[in-house]
């Protein structure tokens, strides 16, 4: 049985248990969707959104899309995970120097994860005059001030989801490279970082399709990797394309501890895929989007935030262990 390490006890990690009916692996909360249409006054739909716990509650980075559909970050709290206060105002990042940053055109499916006594947010941003995504880089250390940092890479990029370590005395970096608007294809790969500026020593992760039709379009990294003794557990959404269009679900992947860049084993078939009205109706049709997870060391219960059909967000719960024993058991490698 595998061991989760460097996790944190979270003992008030939000938790129901699996319906006495169900097989899933992962079961939905069964009073999803926790954000609603038009969360804040300024904005229309929160989804594709990060939590990480903070003094003693929880803090959250939401995308929320304005009134003209562009999205923006905005920074939330809840005593609960579940019943989040969001800020009105978009997040507003400073230069080193404290100077107001040049505001990008959009920003989008924001990631948090803590390195060391640092808390870092990566999203899919403009790179300014392009109207490109790339990954944008930001670090905090009490939610209140944003310092960004450089874009990790030329357009084009999306889902860059950092490790929450170093490994081999880098930072390493999952992302997806891609083109503009809405990319038909895309694999997982691996980038590394000695300064959180200068990235290199790309790496290929994964490829599309080899677990499946539901995977076979694109596939892109999704919540923060989860360490355990026996590899790193990543959830990560994958699209296939049908006559009406992509549909999002999410699978699981094990890398390697010291070289994640190797695959130990790959989900053959789906963890959650759009079944419920909030997720195959709303602003895009049949989409389930992991961005976050919340998960409790000493029991293994995880919960993980997705967005849904790009308007809701939703949560479902599961177990790393089970997880883990199911990617295996059902591998595709
Ligand atoms: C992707 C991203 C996600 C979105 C998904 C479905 O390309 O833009 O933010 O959830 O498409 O629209």
């Known amino acids: 049985m595998s061991k989760i390490v460097g996790g944190v006890s979270l003992a008030k990690i939000p938790w129901q248990e699996r319906p006495a009916d169900s097989s899933a692996i992962l079961w939905r909360y069964d009073a999803n969707p926790i954000i609603g249409w038009n969360p804040i006054p300024d904005g229309a739909r929160a989804f594709n959104s990060a939590v990480v716990p903070f003094g003693g509650g929880f803090v ?33 990042f400073v230069s080193e120097s404290g100077e107001p940053m040049p505001r990008s055109a959009y920003y989008y499916d924001p990631r948090v994860v803590k390195i ?24 905090t250390t009490d939610f209140k001030s944003f310092v960004q940092l450089e874009n990790a890479f030329l357009p084009f990029n999306r889902n860059g989801v950092l490790f929450p370590r170093k490994i ?12 503009n608007g809405h990319t038909p294809f895309g694999d997982v790969y691996l980038s590394r970082s000695p300064d959180m500026t200068f990235w290199g020593k790309h790496r290929l992760v994964m490829k599309a399709g080899q677990g499946g039709w539901w ?15 026996e590899g790193w557990l990543v959830i990560y959404h994958a699209v296939i394309n049908n006559c009406n269009g992509f549909v999002y679900s999410f699978g699981s992947v094990i890398l390697d501890l010291d070289d994640p860049s190797k695959v130990l084993a790959r989900s053959s078939r789906y963890l959650l895929s759009p079944e419920k009205p909030y997720e195959t109706t709303g602003f895009v049709p049949n989409v389930a989007f992991p961005c ?16 849904a059909a790009d308007t809701y967000t939703a949560l479902a719960f599961g177990n790393v262990y089970e997880i883990m024993e199911w990617t295996r058991a059902n591998s595709s490698i």
């Open 292 to 307: 976050a997870t919340l998960c409790d060391a000493d029991t293994g219960r995880l919960a993980v935030y997705y967005g």
């Open 60 to 92: 959250g980075v939401f995308r929320i899309d304005h009134h003209n559909d562009m999205p923006q970050l905005h920074f939330g709290t809840s005593e609960n995970a579940i019943d989040w206060n969001i800020q009105n105002d978009a997040i507003r």
């Open 215 to 229: 995977e076979a379009t694109k596939i892109g990294p999704g919540p923060v990797p989860i360490e355990t003794d």
């Open 168 to 179: 081999g005395g880098e930072f390493v970096m999952l992302n997806r490279p891609s083109d």
């Open 116 to 139: 060391e006594d640092t808390y870092y947010v990566t999203w899919c941003n403009e790179f300014i005059g392009t109207m490109s995504p790339t990954i944008g880089i930001a670090k």
